[in-house]
């Protein structure tokens, strides 16, 4: 007998000691809790960062829109000037075509070559800014 009382006595001591060793129903509730809250605080933070990005990404296209516009709306400007200086330069060319006292046959051609040049730089430049501004 006395060792059927040791042998319940260990096997009552190991199951106090399983029990004593394990975490209470409290505890373990306690720590679901908490992993349940700090899943549920990393899955807010990534949204956070998340919507931040896709705000960030928003603004950058928002800003480049902006600045796109202005920069058209610069080559429009410039646009103007150019066809205003062309139509200058040309009314020039049919003055250096006209008759002038005083001056040869090639003095005249010589300007006209020039003023050509100038001319049809100014037509290179505005054909450069309608490519830009149709884009």
């Known amino acids: 007998m ?3 009382k040791l042998q ?3 096997v009552s001591m190991g ?3 399983l029990i004593a060793c394990g975490q209470s129903k409290e505890q373990q509730a306690a720590a679901e809790k908490h992993k349940i809250d700090s899943i549920a605080n990393a899955a807010a933070q990534n949204e956070k960062v998340e919507l ?3 705000q960030a990404t928003q ?4 800003n480049s829109n902006e600045q796109k516009a202005a920069e058209i709306e610069g080559f429009k400007n410039r646009l103007v000037e150019l066809k205003g200086q062309l139509a200058t330069e ?6 250096i ?5 005083g001056r040869s046959v090639s003095e005249k051609e010589q300007q006209i070559g020039q003023q050509t040049k100038v001319i049809e730089s100014l037509k290179v430049q505005i054909t450069d800014l309608e490519n830009q501004i149709s884009k």
């Open 2 to 4: 006395t060792s059927n």
């Open 8 to 10: 319940h006595a260990i």
């Open 15 to 17: 199951l106090i000691t």
């Open 52 to 54: 931040l990005k896709q």
């Open 59 to 62: 603004d950058s296209i928002k």
């Open 90 to 95: 040309q009314a020039k060319l049919e003055d």
């Open 97 to 101: 075509k006209s008759f002038q006292i």
